[in-house]
């Protein structure tokens, strides 16, 4: 590709690495940034050392959607899972590659998630000779890539577990809660029935199932990780072994917090239908998300890390084989490199990571996809580039070395 225009929507705390990092990419013509908020907006603009079009658009509304993605030649939507499917169809309307971050799952446990409805436009972005990405954040994203990675020197992928180790643990002076993302997305994968994949089908679980304690690696040690609402189950067997037999991916949760979420949802703070308080009609997740903080405010203030493990188990031409794949960050590293919080940074670079191998002419795939369908060689390089630490080693281990890619 030659240079191209890009279009970023939404700069909360991960959408503001993407912008900004872009903005010092070689093969950026025009960078637009994307939000509901003025201030967030300027905020983020004075941070990017080039110029730079800023926008106020709701992406609620189609007619602002198309405002935000006109001319763009590649769409990075950093903005709410809710927003998808509204921002996807305006950018194959307008012949631009699509990148998010994450999919929206579904309260109800008999439905499918909204990913399935993403993946559905394969032949629309095909026609349009043009890429769309689905979940090229950190987890979904590089828990994708390195599975695809991983997979490569295996005969037979048999198991598939992926851990995060983030917002459920970190410390953050004043707040008993405060999630490190979207607190609604957040609120969601935890609350939200949660799908395993198992014996070639789907069955989604209860919130908090699955208790177990995990070893991740040093010097994190063990955290009590539950299954939550996330996609990789669902589109792990499309794209990188239909023959997997089991999946699932857990998040860790201190006890004190699971609790803390719990009296939450049993509270009725998670209902979105609005009830009447003093003679005004409100939501109460609505107030709930009013009382937590903005991500993009947690910088500097994290303390801990981030974390997320991708173990495969299976067999290749020597019998049984298994591999730990991950990254970790220290929050306070993290500010030190860009004064973000470490689950904002490795969220937030890994689109850049696809960009600067699309512009390369490293990844040529068209059609709808996740990481787990693509090449993961190139894309794990530019990351890595882009500061991603990336380590790999025996399943189980404490320790590791740097990923070879």
Not at 199 to 227: A, H, M, T, V
Not at 305 to 334: K, P, Q, Y
Not at 354 to 379: C, F, N, W
Request: proline share 7%.
């Amino acid at each position: 590709m030659g240079a191209v225009d890009v279009s970023v929507l939404g700069v909360g705390a991960a959408g503001e690495v993407t912008a900004r990092l872009l903005g010092s990419l070689p093969g950026i013509r025009a960078l637009r940034i994307v939000d509901i908020r003025r201030e967030r907006l300027a905020e983020v603009r004075d941070r990017i050392p080039r110029d730079v079009e800023s926008l106020r658009a709701n992406l609620g509304n189609v007619a602002d959607v198309r405002k935000a993605c006109r001319g763009a030649d590649i769409v990075v939507n950093t903005s709410l899972p809710a927003h998808n499917l509204r921002i996807m169809r305006e950018a194959v309307r307008q012949k631009a590659h699509y990148i998010d971050l994450a999919s929206e799952g579904s309260p109800d446990p008999e439905e499918p998630s909204n990913v399935h409805a993403q993946l559905a436009m394969d032949d629309q972005f095909q026609r349009a000779d043009r890429l769309a990405v689905l979940g090229m954040g950190i987890a979904p994203g590089l828990t994708n890539l390195l599975a695809r990675h991983a997979s490569r020197t295996m005969r037979r992928v048999d198991a598939v577990q992926i851990r995060v180790y983030g917002s459920g643990y970190a410390e953050i002076e004043a707040f008993p809660l405060a999630p490190l993302f979207s607190p609604e997305t957040f609120l969601e994968e935890v609350l939200w029935p949660a799908p395993v994949w198992k014996g070639g089908r789907i069955q989604k679980l209860p919130p908090f199932s699955g208790e177990e304690e995990f070893r991740f690696p040093d010097p994190l040690g063990i955290g009590i990780c539950y299954n939550v609402n996330n996609e990789e189950c669902e589109t792990m067997p499309k794209f990188i072994d239909p023959g997997i037999g089991f999946i699932d991916f857990k998040y860790a949760i201190a006890p004190r917090r699971k609790v803390f979420l719990e009296n939450l949802y049993q509270l009725g703070l998670m209902r979105t239908h609005p009830i009447r308080v003093k003679g005004v009609r409100v939501a109460p997740l609505d107030v709930l998300l009013a009382l937590l903080p903005d991500p993009s405010s947690l910088a500097g203030r994290a303390r801990g890390h981030t974390c997320v493990v991708v173990e495969l188990s299976g067999r290749d031409n020597g019998g049984r084989t298994g591999r730990r794949l991950w990254t970790i960050m220290d929050h306070d590293d993290a500010y030190r490199r860009m004064k973000v919080h470490a689950t904002a940074f490795l969220t937030g670079a890994p689109p850049v990571a696809l960009v600067d191998a699309l512009l390369g002419g490293e990844v040529t795939r068209r059609g709808v996809t996740t990481g787990g369908g693509l090449d993961s060689t190139p894309i794990l390089r530019q990351a890595a580039k882009l500061g991603v630490p990336l380590f790999e080693g025996e399943p189980g281990c404490a320790r590791g070395r740097p990923l070879t890619v």
